[in-house]
Nanobody
Framework: QVQLVESGGGLVQAGGSLRLSCVAS????????MGWFRQASGKQRELVAV???????HYAGSVMGRFAISRDNTKDTMYLQMNSLKPEDTAVYYC?????????????????WGQGTQVTVSS
């Protein structure tokens, strides 16, 4: 099976930066699409960014220009570099993956999920 573990969350001040990591293990050879989602308290889970095995990327408009998604297949790891953080970015951030190719914004499409890591941005 595929296991995903996020790390790198924490408390930062507005304007600061964090880098989230998602380490994949298990049957990872078949993973094609990976993405980051976030869910703030009382809100729906929403797409942050998606990256394919060919390194095609897509970002939510709210993070475009501030966040960067990447993956290092030699380390079986996906990253989310978050810069210029805003209080509105406060949420639990989840790593997601799927064996299928696609740039998909719906959380329900992804079959594999990490446990999540909390990001809190103070002002």
């Amino acid at each position: 099976q595929v296991q995903l573990v996020e790390s790198g969350g924490g408390l930062v001040q507005a304007g600061g930066s964090l880098r989230l990591s998602c380490v994949a293990s298990g049957s990872i050879f078949s993973i094609n699409t990976m993405g980051w989602f976030r869910q703030a308290s009382g809100k729906q889970r929403e797409l942050v960014a998606v990256i394919t095995s060919g390194d095609t990327t897509h970002y939510a408009g709210s993070v475009m220009g501030r966040f960067a998604i990447s993956r290092d297949n030699t380390k079986d790891t996906m990253y989310l570099q978050m810069n210029s953080l805003k209080p509105e970015d406060t949420a639990v951030y989840y790593c997601a993956a799927d064996r299928r190719p696609g740039i998909i914004s719906a959380a329900s499409w992804y079959n594999y999920w990490g446990q999540g890591t909390q990001v809190t941005v103070s002002s």
